[in-house]
């Protein structure tokens, strides 16, 4: 498999990034980073998180023949995700300046606020949709969690199956794919 064009990860945090990075490698996609740092992001062929979020109208400028795939879900169980990672599991972040930046421009907040990720969520999602208004088959809508995987994204991408599962990493409690 040779994939003609990098290929980029614009969902927000907790909608299937990690399995998604997993999955491009073995499509052929060769240097794949999950949330890279922005001075990295000339030099991969596809990655996703909150810096491919921040910056995917660059990422698009500067490869003019780039796939977009929007994972997502349905917002109440990200927003489930999002409360156990603020909350139940979170990642230290103080002094981490970029990550808190990133954050505070995506979501505008850093903690768990349901209100404002709510608001941020749908922004999200509204402004990749009028982006990619005129341009449709550059962008994918995948839901991962929905059980969405290989026949979605290898169609969008135009590549062949590969005869291994879709990767499902990073689960807290989702049922396990079920398409091969």
């Not at 490698?25 to 596809?46: H, M």
């Amino acid at each position: 498999m040779n994939p003609s064009s990098h290929c980029w990860g614009i969902g927000l945090a907790r909608t299937g990034n990690t399995s998604f990075c997993a999955a491009l490698p073995l499509l052929g996609y060769g240097t794949v980073t999950q949330d890279p740092k922005f001075e990295e992001l000339r030099d991969l062929d596809g990655a996703s998180g909150n810096c491919v979020v921040l910056h995917f109208k660059y990422l698009d400028y500067l490869f003019p023949c780039s796939k977009f795939v929007l994972t997502t879900r349905a917002i109440e169980a990200w927003l489930r995700s999002m409360e156990i990672a603020h909350i139940a599991d979170p990642r230290p972040i103080q002094g981490q300046h970029e990550r808190i930046a990133r954050r505070m421009a995506i979501y505008e907040c850093v903690d768990y606020d349901e209100e404002v990720l709510s608001g941020a969520f749908h922004r999200h999602h509204t402004e990749v949709r009028r982006y990619f208004a005129e341009r449709p088959n550059d962008l994918l809508e995948l839901d991962i969690s929905a059980g969405e995987g290989w026949q979605r994204l290898c169609g969008f991408l135009r590549l062949p199956v590969p005869d291994v599962p879709f990767p499902m990493l990073n689960q807290s409690h989702s049922a396990a794919m079920r398409e091969p």
